[in-house]
T-cell receptor, first 112, second 115 residues
Framework: DVKVTQSSRYLVKRTGEKVFLECVQDMDHENMFWYRQDPGLGLRLIYFSYDVKMKEKGDIPEGYSVSREKKERFSLILESASTNQTSMYLC???????????FGPGTRLTVL | AQSVTQLGSHVSVSEGALVLLRCNYSSSVPPYLFWYVQYPNQGLQLLLKYTTGATLVKGINGFEAEFKKSETSFHLTKPSAHMSDAAEYFCAVSLSTDSWGKLQFGAGTQVVVTP
């Protein structure tokens, strides 16, 4: 079974802090994705990566950056957290040309 | 470009009754279509998908969906609801020409099952 893990289930940070969310997959998938989930808005794509050190912006990249130094690990970075970044963050992975994304359990981030 | 519309943000069904969740999409090329389910405090789990071939697809937990190109729809059904079906359901679309497999999600439908 594909396993996607996220470093924290719940995280509380203060405005202005730098926040790192980590995602690791164990199936040698090329593509990895970061989404945020908000009530009534579904999931929105923040960034994705199709290879080590390669990244592309999604629909809502403002205020975020990403890092992919190893194939299995994809990090989402909030350079200076703001209250409007309070949300559920979900990581997913898939192989190239594959049709199914596999999701991690999510990190619920609260920015105070 | 692609987009997804899910009709109804909340649906309440009685245990044993039909579950029907509606999804309409728009896509500039042949789409891949998905239904995912999210149980409380969990990530998303794939229920079923349509890529090519048979337009009626069966998934896990007794769910099925039918791809209707003429109606640009991919509605999800289950003949008899169970209490364990209470969850949030997301319809999603990707472009068959997209090697990265980017998904566009609907806003989600929360399903409540009453005894």
């Amino acid at each position: 079974d594909v396993k996607v893990t996220q470093s924290s289930r719940y995280l509380v940070k203060r405005t202005g802090e730098k926040v790192f969310l980590e995602c690791v997959q164990d199936m040698d998938h090329e593509n990895m994705f970061w989404y945020r989930q908000d009530p009534g808005l579904g999931l929105r794509l923040i960034y994705f990566s199709y290879d080590v050190k390669m990244k592309e912006k999604g629909d809502i990249p403002e205020g975020y950056s990403v890092s992919r130094e190893k194939k299995e690990r994809f990090s989402l970075i909030l350079e200076s957290a703001s209250t409007n970044q309070t949300s559920m963050y979900l990581c997913a992975s898939t192989t190239r040309w594959a049709d199914t994304q596999y999701f991690g359990p999510g990190t619920r981030l609260t920015v105070l | 470009a692609q987009s997804v519309t899910q009709l109804g943000s909340h649906v309440s069904v009685s245990e044993g009754a039909l579950v029907l969740l509606r999804c309409n999409y728009s896509s500039s090329v042949p789409p891949y279509l998905f239904w995912y389910v999210q149980y409380p405090n969990q990530g998303l789990q794939l229920l079923l998908k349509y890529t090519t071939g048979a337009t009626l697809v069966k998934g896990i937990n007794g769910f099925e969906a039918e791809f209707k190109k003429s109606e640009t729809s991919f509605h999800l059904t289950k003949p008899s609801a169970h209490m364990s079906d209470a969850a949030e359901y997301f319809c999603a679309v990707s472009l068959s020409t997209d090697s990265w497999g980017k998904l566009q999600f609907g806003a989600g439908t929360q399903v409540v099952v009453t005894p």
